[in-house]
C-alpha cells in the first residue's frame, strides 16, 4: 500500500515548529568600540603569578586553572595543596602559591563533601602546612545544598563583599551547571567566569572530573574549559597507589615534569619523598660547628637587603642543608640562641660573629 503525504494547505504549518524560533534575535551594537581597542604599543605591568610549578606559570589573576582526573584521583588533595601553599608560604606537594598581597585571601567553595569529610580534608591541610590552625586569609563556604544557580550567584555576592579575594577554588566545578552538555548552558557558565575575572582580580582554580571512559575532562563544559582555561593538570591514581600530576595544556609556560605523591601512613598525610617523612635523626643543629652555620648563613643572606622574613628563612634552610621544615625551624631556634641572627623591625638579620672561629 502506498501511503501518500497530505498535501499542504496554504498557510498550513508543520506539528510542534514555532516559526517565531526561526527569527534569531537582534544582537545588541557595542556602542564605544574604543573601550575594547588594544593599545599593541603599551606596556603592560607585571603578571600577578599566584600559582607555580617547578617554577613554571601555572595560574595568575585574571586566568582559570582546571584540576582534572577520575574520581578519587586525588584531585582535591592537590586543589587543597594549592591553597595549604598559599596560605603557609611553604611549598606544598611540589606546588608554591604566593598572594600578591599582604591582605590578600583565599576562597574555597565546596560543592561535594559533607562537613566532616570537609573537615577531615581541611585538618590534613593545617598538618602539610605545619599550621596550628587557618587564619583570616581562608574563607571557606559548603555549598553542597545550593543548586547550580545558587551557587554562582554566592560566588558573585562573595567576590563583591571581599575585594581581597585573590585565589578562589571551587571543588567541584560540575556543580555550577544543571546539564554539562547542554552548548548553551556552558557558554553562559564560561560567560560567567569572564564577569568575574573583568569585575574581580581572582585566579580560580577549577575541579572537573574526567570521564572514566574517554579520559577527557567530562562533557561539552570541560572540553570549553580546557580551551579557556590557562592550565589544565591532571591527577591519576596509578597502579601502585601513587598519585601522578601531570600538565595536560599550559597556555602561559612550558609543561613542568610529571611527578608522583603518595599517601603514607607512618605520618598519616601525603607526602612526596621518603626524606620528608622520616623524623629528623642523626645531625642536629647543634652537632655542626658555628663556623659551618655561618658560612651557610653568609649564603642565604647573600641574595638580600639585609634581612628576610622568618618563612623565607625557613625556606632557604631547607634548601641549603637539604633537611626538612621541621629540622629547619629547631635551626632558627639555635641560631637566636648562639646570636647569630636577631630580629629587627622590617623581618631577620645575619649577625656577624663577635670572635673568629
Request: with cysteine.
Amino acid at each position: 500500500m502506498i501511503i501518500k503525504s497530505k498535501k499542504k494547505k496554504p498557510g498550513d504549518r508543520s506539528p510542534g515548529l514555532n516559526t517565531n524560533n526561526l527569527s534569531p534575535n537582534p544582537i545588541e551594537a557595542i556602542t564605544n568600540l574604543d573601550d575594547f581597542l588594544f593599545d599593541a604599543n603599551q606596556k603592560l605591568p607585571d603578571e600577578q603569578v599566584v600559582i607555580r610549578i617547578q617554577d613554571k606559570l601555572i595560574g595568575s589573576v585574571g586566568n582559570a586553572v582546571v584540576i582534572t582526573g577520575k574520581p578519587k584521583s586525588r584531585k582535591s588533595v592537590v586543589a587543597h595543596s594549592i591553597i595549604c601553599s598559599a596560605i603557609s608560604g611553604n611549598n606544598i606537594l611540589g606546588i608554591e602559591s604566593n598572594l600578591p598581597g599582604e591582605d590578600d585571601q583565599v576562597c574555597l567553595i565546596d560543592t561535594e563533601q559533607s562537613n566532616h569529610d570537609l573537615s577531615k580534608s581541611l585538618n590534613r591541610l593545617k598538618q602539610l602546612g605545619e599550621m596550628d590552625q587557618f587564619d583570616s586569609k581562608l574563607l571557606v563556604y559548603s555549598f553542597r545544598s545550593l543548586n547550580a544557580d545558587q551557587i554562582k550567584k554566592s560566588i558573585n555576592s562573595i567576590l563583591d563583599k571581599n575585594n581581597n579575594i585573590r585565589l578562589l577554588v571551587i571543588d567541584g566545578g560540575l556543580d555550577l551547571l544543571n546539564n554539562m552538555n547542554d552548548i548553551m548552558e556552558v557558554k553562559e557558565t564560561i560567560d560567567f567566569l569572564k564577569q568575574l575575572f573583568t569585575k574581580h582580580q581572582v585566579c580560580v582554580v577549577m575541579v572537573i572530573h574526567q570521564s572514566k571512559s574517554t579520559g577527557f575532562t567530562i562533557g561539552h563544559w570541560g572540553s570549553f574549559m580546557d580551551r579557556f582555561g590557562q592550565t589544565n593538570i591532571e591527577v591519576s591514581k596509578l597502579d601502585n597507589g601513587n598519585s601522578q600530576i601531570k600538565s595536560q595544556h599550559m597556555r602561559s609556560d612550558a609543561d613542568f615534569q610529571t611527578y608522583e605523591f603518595y599517601f603514607n601512613h607512618n605520618i598519616n598525610n601525603y607526602s612526596l619523598h621518603w626524606s620528608e617523612t622520616k623524623d629528623v635523626t642523626g645531625i642536629d643543629p647543634e652537632d655542626i660547628t658555628l663556623e659551618d652555620h655561618q658560612n651557610k648563613l653568609d649564603i642565604i643572606f647573600s641574595d638580600t637587603t639585609g634581612s628576610i622574613t622568618y618563612k623565607e628563612l625557613i625556606n632557604q634552610i631547607q634548601k641549603i642543608y637539604g633537611k626538612n621544615s621541621t629540622w629547619a625551624k629547631k635551626c632558627v631556634i639555635h641560631f637566636y640562641d648562639q646570636n647569630l641572627i636577631e630580629k629587627t623591625l622590617t623581618g631577620i638579620k645575619q649577625n656577624l660573629p663577635k670572635t673568629p672561629f
